[in-house]
Nanobody, 121 residues
Framework: QVQLVESGGGLVQAGGSLRLSCAASGSGFSIENMGWYRQAPGKQRELVTTINTDGRSNYADSVLGRFAISGEFRKKMVNLQMGSLKPEDTGVYYC???????????????WGQGTQVTVSS
């Protein structure tokens, strides 16, 4: 069974930094890509950043230049370094992984439980 566990997050003042980590557990699968979504109160979940096994990453315009994703796919981990944080970065951050079970061709998305990030002004 695949599980994603996030760590990090918390309360920080505007302009500060935080680091989130996410680790996948289980066996019998490979990870194609990982990343982070976030959901602010009263808003829809939005994509923040992704990274694939080739190291290619994408970022939402709102975080470009401030956030950096790094993947350690052999360890089944992904990290998100967040800098120059703004109050609008506040929300629950969800790690995801697109996973291929051995012997199967389809990809399945798994989610972490979410971790709260609060940026005070």
């Amino acid at each position: 069974q695949v599980q994603l566990v996030e760590s990090g997050g918390g309360l920080v003042q505007a302009g500060g930094s935080l680091r989130l980590s996410c680790a996948a557990s289980g066996s019998g699968f490979s990870i194609e890509n990982m990343g982070w979504y976030r959901q602010a109160p009263g808003k829809q979940r939005e994509l923040v950043t992704t990274i694939n096994t080739d190291g290619r990453s994408n970022y939402a315009d709102s975080v470009l230049g401030r956030f950096a994703i790094s993947g350690e796919f052999r360890k089944k981990m992904v990290n998100l370094q967040m800098g120059s944080l703004k109050p609008e970065d506040t929300g629950v951050y969800y790690c995801y992984a697109e996973i291929r079970q051995y012997g199967r061709t389809n990809l399945k998305m798994y989610w972490g439980q979410g971790t709260q990030v609060t940026v005070s002004s």
